[in-house]
């Protein structure tokens, strides 16, 4: 089992910034990816960027050059610096973290871009 715990979101004008994190515990050793996930009213959860246990990093066309994932050395904790961000990315975030067996989700934190 994994558990996750996000934090950070807020309310930000366009053009400002903001750092999500996540923190997982449990059986931390058996997560092959972290990443983060979006969902804006009415749409699909979509993906933002991952980040491997090897390190290899994907994001979303949308989020390229504004967005950065990272994690800590213990690989217990990921992070998603939003840079330049604007209203479209209004949506509540989830820190996803995917094992051998099943992927697990953090409860979410909402991100409202808006002046």
């Known amino acids: 089992q994994v558990q996750l715990v996000e934090s950070g979101g807020g309310l930000v004008q366009p053009g400002g910034s903001l750092r999500l994190s996540c923190a997982a515990s449990g059986s931390i050793f058996s997560i092959s990816v972290m990443g983060w996930y979006r969902q804006a009213p009415g749409k699909e959860r979509e993906e933002v960027a991952t980040?491997?246990?090897?390190?290899?990093?994907n994001y979303a066309e949308s989020v390229k050059g504004r967005f950065t994932i990272s994690r800590n050395n213990a690989k217990d904790m990921v992070f998603l610096q939003m840079n330049t961000l604007k209203p479209e990315d209004t949506a509540v975030y989830y820190c996803n973290a995917k094992t051998f067996s099943r992927g697990y989700w953090g409860q979410g934190t909402q991100v409202t871009v808006s002046s």
């Open positions: 980040i491997t246990v090897l390190g290899e990093l």
